[in-house]
């Protein structure tokens, strides 16, 4: 079973920039189409940056032209590069495989504030 950890989230003030990695155990990470979500309080959990095994990218709308998503399948990671952050990406961030998802794992808090 693969174990996935989130990691970089933090404060920061709208406008700002934050980098999110998401390390995964097993080598059958560079075989996944990989995904970030995230869930903010009282919300559901939503898609919003998807990356094939080819490198293709595919984003929310909410966050076209803002985030990035990025992949090292030599280090079993992968990336959300968020620029222009505003108050409504404040949420928990979770990565995870797009299809037969693996167990969730803690995520990473990422709050956006002045």
């Known amino acids: 079973q693969v174990q996935l950890v989130e990691s970089g989230g933090g404060l920061v003030q709208p406008g700002g920039s934050l980098r999110l990695s998401c390390a995964a155990s097993?080598?059958?990470?560079?075989?996944?189409?990989m995904g970030w979500y995230r869930q903010a309080p009282g919300e559901q959990r939503e898609l919003v940056a998807a990356?094939?095994?080819?490198?293709?990218?595919n984003y929310a709308d909410s966050v076209k032209g803002r985030f990035t998503i990025s992949r090292d399948n030599a280090k079993n990671t992968v990336y959300l590069q968020m620029n222009s952050l505003k108050p409504d990406d404040t949420a928990v961030y979770y990565c995870?495989?797009?299809?037969?998802?693996?167990?969730w794992g803690q995520g990473t808090q990422v709050t956006v504030a002045s």
């Open positions: 995870n495989a797009l299809h037969w998802a693996w167990d």
């Open positions: 990356i094939t095994t080819g490198g293709r990218t």
């Open positions: 097993g080598r059958a990470f560079s075989f996944r189409d």
